[in-house]
């Protein structure tokens, strides 16, 4: 039997650190806390990759789990003359779908405001149609502060620059009923059940056969999460990253999800099958699908030269890269196929 309860504790802890791309030291940090009180062993390369090892009997084929703690957020793009801030997006995502948000701005003195991100017509008593009607471009919202500024240089008066982070508020909830509402389940979820696996292979004194590497990624969202610092011996690179269910999509909420192909291509046929065979053998719920706009770190690493099968699995994340949604289940079968492929 598998503990919900300890995959959302890490699900928790992991989406309450702010982590846009770019701004990922204080998770890597949690991450090491975690692996060091499982004495599991990790290196971390210069652009703050965090690889961790579980070794194996044989160590010239190994195979490598990745996931993204990177996420969607935003950068100060300009101070206005009314001290609001213009944002520069970090990710692909739908500017509606933050609208209103309560956010922070982390400046680099290390001080943490909070705003709220706004159109520039936020009131319908206002602007009437003119508000319903704004196009919803980056141009056409702004960060109102939390603090008693009025111009650029109270602004600046605050040590908030151009170039600061900004993170939004995740609205993590999970109900009674097993569902997991937030932002950044893209990937945090398949990083909670990465942890987890860690977790269940020392928890049960897992021998694995092949060196088992899990590959901490901070750029995914802006795609070169992956494309260094692979484990050399690497012939199996498994991205563990979400699924997306949807209209006329087969992947759910409730299953492991199988990529077989995403917009840059097919996935490694044998190991796809592997995949499948796994599932199988271990009555693991999984559904395969293909992503029409959708390019995992598999497709980073290869595109960085690495010579290895590659493919992609996890939880399935409704309203992906918005206010996303997942059950339990879907982060508890993902972590079931990397323990039952560990073992084989
Ligand atoms: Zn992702």
Known sequence: MHNKKIIEKYLEELLVIPSPTGYTKEIMEYIKKELEQMDID???SNKGILVATIAGANQEKEITFSAHVDTLGAMV???????????SQIGGYMMNSIEGENCLIHTRSKKVYEGTLQTI???IHIHGNDARELPRDCKNYEIVIDECVFTKEDVHKLGIEV???ISFDTRTK???????KSRYLDDKASAAAILYVMKYIKLNNIKPNRS???FFSNYEEVGHGSSAFIPKNTSEFIAVDMGCPGEGQNSTEYDVCICTKDSNGPYDYELVNKLIGTCE???INYKLDIYPNYGSDATAALKSGMDSKFALIGPGVFSSHGYERTHITS????????IAYIAN
Request: hydrophobic letters at 40%; a positive charge.
């Open 281 to 283: 053998q271990n009555n």
């Open 212 to 214: 088992i590497n899990f």
């Open 121 to 123: 017509k936020p009131s």
């Open 42 to 44: 990790y290196k971390v």
């Open 174 to 180: 999970i109900t009674n009923s097993g569902f997991v």
């Open 331 to 338: 982060i508890v079968e993902t972590a079931k196929l990397i």
């Open 77 to 87: 793009k300009e101070i206005k003359a009314n001290g609001r801030l213009v944002i």
């Open 163 to 165: 170039g600061d982070i």
